[in-house]
């Protein structure tokens, strides 16, 4: 099968499914953005998806995939550390020209993964997964009439500037996977040339810069005192 | 203006591939600055053959920068810090009075040490016979403009075409990828009507080569468009992925 045997299958599914995360980012970016303005549109949203069967369906194939990007993530650095060879140089250098994110992409991965455990602990395991258990019929300790109110959640964490600064600290390691991580997708799809290097290169940046400043208002916004 | 340095050389002997490699140090008085680098290790070798001592061993042949034979990691640099000129065309003027130059082979998993700063990179050559040409004798020279080809086209073809197969762009990369090698040979033969026709059995044949050999997957870091001799861009391996994905998906 080409899309694991060959190196440029192996970097198709590294790009296609980091294309499909990113257009998650974007909807999800956009959904909580609305929290400053209205907590009760932001539920609203929340109630929306919860867990019908479409948020459901969508939650599944996003875990798939986040699960596929990281599997291969990790077999492909592992072939490229192989291919490095056991001996390393003595004296290494960096070039101008090449970015640091992108040489630490598994690092920021690992940190982005790391918070993200946090995060779904902290929101997904009292929304979603108690309003689930709820209809499967399962015990759940979590209480089904905070299961909607995301903007409840919202508070309940960030009003701790503790949560807020971890918050951050994730978003700026995503903000870096990112800005590297949408041109090299755009390269390894071929979409890329001598003009066209340069341009998805400004468009990954300033993608990747509103993503986060979507996400990052939240937790700045209550760092500087205001409330929901 | 010329003058002389005296320089300390920190380079690494292997005696063969499987025994195991250690630095060893020279010092260098009065070497003039107008001497090219590789004049320097020949004086060097001059002089370890008459204390008897085992020369280093290195690659080289042309010594004006078009054949690729010449490697050598210089300072953490394949072909030195210089861009765009390749070990032989590096002088010793770039270095100061004093100074430690560290000399290692180019290192990859695809490239084994022969012999102190010797590395085999016949790899490359197998990635070459793999369907890096154009199977059919074409004839001689088309009359000028008998099959229009676009200037763009003509310039990234050239521009491709002018890769020397030196592998440092493998000896840079953090992931011991040769794809901008790979890309620079498509390229340049899927981008002329002689090319053309096999471009898609060629791009699948020397992407396999290519990953058969243990060359690594390409994460579009650059380090190897940054360290290229020939300044090749990066571009080229985006139209490899498209050639690739193509012929892939028309299958």
Redesign the interface.
């Known amino acids: 099968m ?1 899309l694991i ?8 599914i590294m790009s296609i499914t980091g294309v499909f995360l990113v257009l998650f980012l974007i909807f999800h970016g956009t959904m909580n953005f609305v929290v400053l303005f209205s907590a009760d549109a932001y539920n609203a949203i929340a109630a929306f998806l919860g867990a019908n069967w479409y948020a459901l369906v969508g939650t599944k194939m996003l875990a798939i995939g986040f699960v596929v990007h990281i599997i291969y993530a990790i077999y ?1 650095s592992y ?2 550390k ?12 960096s ?5 640091w994110t ?2 630490n ?1 598994l690092v920021l991965g690992v940190i982005v993964v790391g918070f993200m455990v946090l995060h779904l602990i902290q929101f997904w395991s009292k929304m979603q997964w108690v309003e689930l258990s709820h209809k499967m019929g399962l015990e759940t300790s979590g209480d089904l009439a905070l299961a909607t109110d995301g903007a409840y959640w919202v508070k309940h964490y960030f009003e701790n500037p503790i949560y807020s600064i971890l918050y951050i600290v994730w978003l700026v390691a995503l903000w870096l996977h990112l800005t ?1 991580g949408i ?2 997708a755009m ?8 003009i ?2 340069p341009r998805i290169k400004v468009i990954s940046n300033v993608l990747s810069t509103v993503i986060i400043l979507l996400f990052i208002s939240i937790p700045v916004y209550f760092l500087l005192g205001f409330n929901i | 203006m010329e003058k002389n340095i005296n320089v300390t050389l ?1 380079i ?1 002997r292997q005696a063969s591939p499987k025994v195991k ?1 250690e ?1 060893i140090s020279y010092k260098m008085d009065n070497v003039p600055t107008d001497s090219s680098f590789l004049e320097m290790l020949d004086v060097l070798n001059e002089r370890l053959l008459k204390e008897r001592k085992e020369p280093v061993e290195f690659d080289h042949d042309c010594r004006e920068g078009i054949c690729g034979m010449c490697s050598l ?1 210089i ?3 394949p072909h030195g ?1 210089d861009g765009g000129t390749t070990t032989c065309q590096l002088h010793m003027r770039r270095f100061s009075n004093g100074e430690t130059i ?1 000399i ?1 082979p180019f ?5 084994p040490v022969i012999k102190d700063l010797r590395v085999d990179r016949s790899a490359f050559d197998k990635i070459i016979q793999s369907g890096g040409y154009v199977s059919v004798n074409t004839g001689g020279a088309q009359d000028g403009n008998a099959i229009p080809i676009s200037k763009i086209d003509a310039d ?1 073809a050239m521009d491709a075409a002018s890769c020397i197969g030196c592998g440092a762009c493998v000896a840079t990369c ?4 040769a ?1 901008l090698f790979v890309a620079a040979k498509v390229s340049q033969l899927s981008l002329l009507p002689q090319g053309k026709v096999e471009r898609a059995a060629r791009a699948k044949a020397m ?2 080569k ?2 058969e050999l ?10 190897c ?3 290229c001799p020939k300044s090749i ?3 080229h ?10 012929a ?1 998906f028309t299958d």
């Open positions: 080409w045997d060959s190196s440029i299958g192996r970097k198709l492909l072939q490229n192989k291919a490095r060879g056991a001996v390393g140089y003595n004296v290494t250098s070039q101008k020209s090449v970015e992108s040489q992409m590297h041109w090299s390269q390894t799809l071929g979409t890329s040339s001598n066209w290097l | 920190k690494w490699g630095f990691y300072n953490g640099h810090k560290v290692e290192r990859s998993a695809a490239f990234e953090k992931n011991g990828s794809m992407v396999s290519m990953d243990g060359f690594g997957n390409c994460t579009n870091t650059g380090s468009e940054a360290e861009s990066i571009s391996i985006a139209r490899l992925n498209r050639e690739y994905l193509n892939k």
